[in-house]
């Protein structure tokens, strides 16, 4: 707990062998996630949970910080979609629960072979359930709950060997 404040100034985009980010429980970093942490390269993970981040998750973070593994800005006040980028990246962890993200999960996502940690709950999210995470074995905790989407559980769920919380 260090109680940092104010929003993420750019220079930090300069830190070119930077891999990690993390800014967690007891900080309040505020204003809206920036796109140049796009610019962080060699950047692996990026936690930026139980912060004041508001306003959409711009894409253009996915397409530059391409090798991002683990991912978790839960406990924010982020709204908008998720970004289809993300799909490009070699995830193994996204956390985003307990934000205010809408629509629906973007296609792919829960088909990325590295993917084991799911957890996207309490948002608005909606549509049919994401049938992509149902058929990944690498998958082992799957929160989806508290959020608005629609359908039954696909059989495919028998695919889900590794899968302890659901």
Do not use: C
Request: no cysteine; glycine share 10%.
């Amino acid at each position: 707990k260090n109680g940092l404040r104010g929003e993420l100034p750019f220079e930090l985009s300069l830190l070119s062998n930077l891999d990690s980010i993390l800014i967690v429980q007891g900080n309040a970093i505020l204003g809206t996630l920036p796109s140049f942490l796009g610019a962080l390269t060699k950047l692996t993970k990026l936690w930026l949970v139980h912060n004041q981040l508001v306003g959409p998750i711009p894409g253009e973070i996915f397409t530059g910080a391409s090798k991002l593994k683990d991912i978790d800005l839960s406990y924010n006040m982020l709204t908008g979609t998720i970004p289809s980028e993300l799909v490009q990246l070699p995830l193994e962890v996204i956390q985003l629960e307990k934000n205010a993200l809408l629509g629906t999960v973007p296609q792919g996502l829960g088909s990325i072979a590295s993917l084991n940690r799911v957890e996207i709950s309490e948002n608005q999210l909606s549509g049919p359930l994401p049938g992509d995470f149902f058929r990944n074995p690498s998958i082992y905790r799957l929160r989806m709950n508290n959020n608005r989407f629609t359908g039954t559980l696909p059989d495919t769920i028998g695919r889900m060997t590794a899968l302890e919380n659901l």
